[in-house]
């Protein structure tokens, strides 16, 4: 049986973030299992640019900014195994017990501190019952990303894409890039759920038509696709009569949501927030079993992968933290951690970290989305009636998402939870 101070599950971003700030930060033995065929995760097939503004202060295309810290992980000496798939994870004894198949067959790891960084997944074509056989040429917009840029497939000539999510948008572009003609991007909502930059460079700039409040009500074909048919939505999202419109395509993809990816982490009876559908974590990232923790998509589905990096780094210090000390730890440390939740409220859909470690002193970032689009408005911080923080935001959207900074000396002296609004200026 292997043995490790810290045993990390995923080996993209969230993964090598979090299995670099824990080697770090004292942790000797540190393994990182990744079931694809090599390190990186999703940025592997996102060859554009626009990654590392935050982080590295310049522009890197994903697979740039995975290098940077799969050298990293190698220099320091941190262990991954491949094409390698974690059953389960038993918490029981005082040390977890992980057990994998893999290339070595199936092997049984024992780790002082587990971190979660499984990423997400793509909502499929089931979940959102479009009518219609089942063709060739209806793909989810990350498998065709993946297809197109790492295995040389052109997945087709005439395209429809459901969804106006950021895979959806740069697919756009990339598929018209690569020669295909893209007949429009759809969207059930009001306004795109992708951000902004990414409206204006990969379809404003191809001149590639978005249609709002539209959802693709059929799709025709047999043996392949042969096109789709639009409705217009009212504002209770019931079709329009006689809004319909047949578009001809050969492809259609789906852009329609991501879901972190938490089979493992609800069978071993990890708590999960039913609106990020992630673990519940604090503000140290750990979940409510003592020495997992989790960071990344895992948690909930981010915009930009510098702030995946942030909540890595926070999760593989307390990780390695965690396991320099575990055998000082009382039994009843956890409980005697000073706590206060966050509250999600008017005009806040959710926020994480869902707690906040008020002990640690230090600053924190929380993470939020709002419920609606607001102009001109202000996100108020308050416990109880004293108001921590406000910062005034010009133009605030659901699909973006917003981070404020509490400075940790603000904590000292907060009782009662955390509440965040949306507010008048």
């Known amino acids: 049986m292997l043995k490790y101070n810290v045993v990390v599950i995923g080996g993209g971003p969230a993964g090598l973030g979090a299995a670099v700030e824990a080697k770090k930060n004292g942790a000797k033995r540190v393994l990182i299992v990744e079931r694809d065929r090599e390190l990186g995760g999703i940025l592997n097939q996102c060859i554009h640019n626009g990654f590392g503004l935050h982080e590295f202060k310049e522009e890197l295309t994903g697979p740039e900014?995975?290098?940077?810290?799969?050298?990293?992980?190698?220099?320091?000496?941190?262990?991954?195994?491949?094409?390698?798939?974690?059953?389960?994870?038993?918490?029981?004894?005082?040390?977890?017990?992980?057990?994998?198949?893999?290339?070595?067959?199936?092997?049984?790891?024992?780790?002082?501190?587990?971190?979660?960084?499984?990423?997400?997944?793509?909502?499929?074509?089931?979940?959102?019952?479009?009518?219609?056989?089942?063709?060739?040429?209806?793909?989810?917009?990350?498998?065709?990303?993946?297809?197109?840029?790492?295995?040389?497939?052109?997945?087709?000539?005439?395209?429809?894409?459901?969804?106006?999510?950021?895979?959806?948008?740069?697919?756009?572009?990339?598929?018209?890039?690569?020669?295909?003609?893209?007949?429009?991007?759809?969207?059930?909502?009001?306004?795109?759920?992708?951000?902004?930059?990414?409206?204006?460079?990969?379809?404003?700039?191809?001149?590639?038509?978005?249609?709002?409040?539209?959802?693709?009500n059929y799709i025709h074909g047999k043996d392949r696709v042969e096109g789709v048919t639009l409705a217009k939505l009212d504002e209770n999202r019931a079709i329009v009569p006689g809004s319909e419109e047949f578009i001809e395509c050969d492809t259609v993809l789906l852009s329609v949501g991501l879901i972190p990816e938490n089979e493992l982490s609800t069978n071993i009876g990890i708590e999960l927030d039913r609106r990020t559908s992630g673990p519940i974590v604090d503000s140290t990232m750990t979940t409510n079993k003592e020495g997992i923790f989790a960071c990344g998509n895992v948690v909930h589905v981010h915009d930009l992968v510098d702030f995946v990096t942030n909540e890595s780094r926070i999760a593989g210090k307390e990780a390695a933290l965690y396991a320099l000390h575990k055998e000082?730890?009382?039994?009843?440390?956890?409980?005697?951690?000073?706590?206060?939740?966050?509250?999600?409220?008017?005009?806040?859909?959710?926020?994480?970290?869902?707690?906040?470690?008020?002990?640690?002193?230090?600053?924190?970032?929380?993470?939020?989305?709002?419920?609606?689009?607001?102009?001109?408005?202000?996100?108020?911080?308050?416990?109880?009636?004293?108001?921590?923080?406000?910062?005034?935001?010009?133009?605030?959207?659901?699909?973006?998402?917003?981070?404020?900074?509490?400075?940790?000396?603000?904590?000292?002296n907060i009782k009662e939870k955390i509440t965040i609004t949306v507010e008048e200026v």
């Open 65 to 216: 900014y995975a290098g940077r810290f799969i050298q990293m992980a190698n220099e320091m000496g941190i262990d991954h195994e491949l094409n390698t798939m974690v059953f389960s994870i038993d918490d029981n004894n005082e040390e977890k017990i992980i057990t994998t198949l893999g290339e070595k067959g199936l092997v049984e790891i024992k780790a002082d501190a587990v971190v979660l960084a499984m990423g997400c997944r793509e909502r499929t074509r089931g979940a959102i019952d479009i009518p219609g056989y089942r063709p060739a040429g209806v793909y989810n917009a990350g498998a065709a990303q993946r297809y197109m840029n790492m295995e040389g497939y052109m997945v087709g000539k005439k395209v429809v894409i459901y969804g106006s999510g950021d895979i959806g948008l740069i697919m756009a572009r990339r598929m018209t890039l690569e020669g295909a003609k893209v007949q429009c991007v759809v969207e059930i909502n009001p306004h795109s759920s992708g951000l902004t930059r990414n409206i204006v460079q990969c379809l404003d700039d191809f001149d590639i038509p978005l249609k709002l409040q539209t959802s693709i």
């Open 328 to 412: 000082a730890k009382d039994e009843n440390t956890k409980e005697n951690i000073n706590k206060v939740n966050t509250v999600a409220g008017e005009g806040i859909s959710y926020i994480v970290p869902q707690s906040i470690n008020l002990d640690s002193n230090e600053d924190i970032n929380l993470f939020m989305r709002v419920r609606n689009i607001y102009t001109n408005k202000k996100l108020v911080i308050r416990s109880g009636e004293q108001v921590i923080l406000e910062k005034k935001r010009v133009h605030m959207i659901p699909s973006e998402m917003e981070t404020l900074k509490i400075n940790g000396e603000k904590l000292v």
